[in-house]
Structure formats: C-alpha cells, structure tokens
C-alpha cells in the first residue's frame, strides 16, 4: 500500500524528479502461490482453473497469462499452480505485483534454484507485467511483498534505492484505515494517460509531480518520528496533487469517501495505486477510528480488516 509518491517509481519519471522516492508499507492481506508437478499446466484461483498443454495456450488465458509469462522467463515445465489473494480484485494495493514476485520465488524452489535477491525479482516481475501488459509498469508495489514493512524507494541513476524505515508498525495499525470504494480499477492504462504527459513535458504535470514528490518526501522522518497527524497531513497533500494528474483518478465514490472520513476526525488520505477506484488509505487518532469505520460503511465503502505487517516473503519447499 503506498503512502505517498507512487507513479515516481516507473521508469525515468522519477530520474526527472531528483530526490523522488515511494514510500509504502505492507499489509497483512496476503497472496499465496502453491506449485507442483504435473502432465500439463493448470492454474487454479478460486472458482477458476485453466488447462493448458503449452505455454502458448495458457498465455492467451487472461487467468493463466500471469503464470505463463513467468514459466517462460524461468523454463518452468508443466506444474499446476494455485494461486491466492486475501485483497479485493483492482483495489490498487499492489496485489498481482506481489502475486507476480511470489510466483517467481515459488518458481525458483520448484526448479531447486538458488532464491535471487529481492532486486533480480523486483526487476523480471517487472519487466514480465510490462511484456504482459504493453504498457510501463513500476516497481514498487513488488518490494513489500518481498521485504514486508514500511519501505522508503528512492530513484537513483543505476537502480533505486530501498530503505526499511524504523517504525512502529502497531501503533501505524492503530491509526489506519483502509477502505475499499466498490470499484475496480485498472492502474496500467490509467498510468499511461500520466506517464504520457509528463513525457511530452506537460508543464503542469510537472508542477502536480513536483508536489507529489514533495509529500512523499516529508513521511519518511514523520513515520520514524511517530508523528501520525502530520504523516496525515502529508497523505492528503499528495492526494491534492495526485488526483489533477488525469481525468478519473478522482471520482465521486472516492471523494465522497474522504469527506465522510474527514468529517469524523480523520487527518487525512488517499487513493491507493492510480486512483479511479479501487481503495483508500486514511490516518486518523485511534478513538476516532470505530467512527471513521462506521462513516466509510454508511458511505458505501467497505473497511478491510488489515493491519500493517513486517512479515518478509515465506518459502516453504516439501
């Protein structure tokens, strides 16, 4: 879930920006991916199960299309995977990122491979949701799922920089709140319109990304310092930014929701992901939180019962 300067981390934005970073946390919805052998592919994800007896079959599968991409880039053989997600689908908090570095970790193990380092992960998920996709991806949704925590990404020539930040993850848990609008959305096409503009030189792009990486560079030392009002404060002066970057990264169902926060006590939030749908992340003062919930309830939205977590990624072979 990112806090604050997200759509930096797709490359070059953040190289225009210097000193841009992410900064996000993880949370304890999780993804599971399961492998094993068998005589043909099969993917499993709830109701769903695709068969296919070439990679090229299961790749023109919108559900096995994931896997497909990852088996090539690792010359996996026919297994069946069953894959897991405790988030909303498109609720914007990086789900199928860390669906696609646990499919690379749980790939590894099946073929007995040494685990690559988080960055080697980060990058192929990366670059294989870009091949998937056609359009530019980041990469900092990936490292939560990897590294657990709250994560401070920052662009640098060469490779970013990742930092876990010293901050006390049952206290951050005690203020959040996380929401989810109703609304799917699709951060990839949404990003597009963004990434676009700010690569023509749009002026006020510019200007919107500058204030975003202005935010997100204030929460690193408010987070470390337990300073949650002003952390608040600087998550709805991102969203003030953010949500001019396009037409429909806000929308009524969001804003409706904020407002019904705010009118409780809350500090303030933001969309998570692109906006356009998907969820919320608010901070607010822990005896306002049970009103924040009922407010965002009686708004239409629906409270996710997650909490932050510093859980890495886990693998178990057998």
């Not at 608040?232 to 991102?238: D, K, N, P, V």
């Not at 409270?303 to 886990?314: F, I, Q």
């Given at each position: ?181 109703g609304i799917s959305h699709f951060s990839a096409g949404q990003n597009w ?68 926060a705010r009118a409780q006590g809350a500090w303030g939030g933001k969309a ?47």
């Open positions: 879930m990112d806090l604050g300067g997200g759509t930096l981390d797709i490359w070059p934005l953040g190289l225009f920006h210097p000193g841009a970073r992410t900064v996000n946390v993880a949370i304890d919805l999780a993804v599971t991916v399961r492998i094993a052998p068998a005589p043909v592919y099969r993917v499993r994800q709830g109701d769903s199960l695709v068969e296919a007896a070439s990679l090229a079959e299961l790749a023109a599968s919108p559900d096995g299309s994931l896997v497909a991409v990852v088996a090539e880039a690792l010359d996996l053989p026919p297994v069946e995977v069953e894959l897991g997600s405790a988030s909303p689908r498109g609720g914007g908090l990086g789900a199928s990122s860390a669906m696609a570095v646990a499919l690379i970790a749980a790939a590894e193990a099946a073929l007995g491979l040494d685990p690559s380092p988080p960055a080697a992960r980060v990058h192929l998920a990366r670059d294989l949701e870009a091949r998937l996709m056609r359009l530019p991806t980041g990469m900092q949704d990936h490292y939560p799922g990897l590294l657990g925590g709250v994560l401070e990404i920052r662009s640098a020539p060469g490779g970013e920089k990742v930092r876990r930040l010293s901050v006390d993850l049952e206290a951050l848990g005690d203020h959040l709140v996380v929401v989810y609008s319109q963004v990434v676009r503009r700010r690569l023509d030189g749009d002026p006020d792009s510019i200007a919107l990304f500058d204030g975003i990486a202005a935010a997100a560079a204030g929460l690193p030392e408010a987070l470390e310092k337990g300073e949650l009002p002003r952390a608040g404060a600087l998550l709805a002066q991102e969203w003030s930014f953010r949500r001019r970057l396009a037409e429909g990264v806000s929308t009524p169902e969001l804003e409706r929701l904020l407002d019904a998570c992901g692109a906006g356009g749908g998907g969820c919320l992340a608010l901070l607010c003062p822990p005896e306002r939180r049970a009103d924040v919930a009922r407010a965002l309830e009686a708004a239409g939205g629906r409270v996710l019962a997650t909490r932050p977590t510093g859980r890495a990624l886990t693998v178990t072979v057998g």
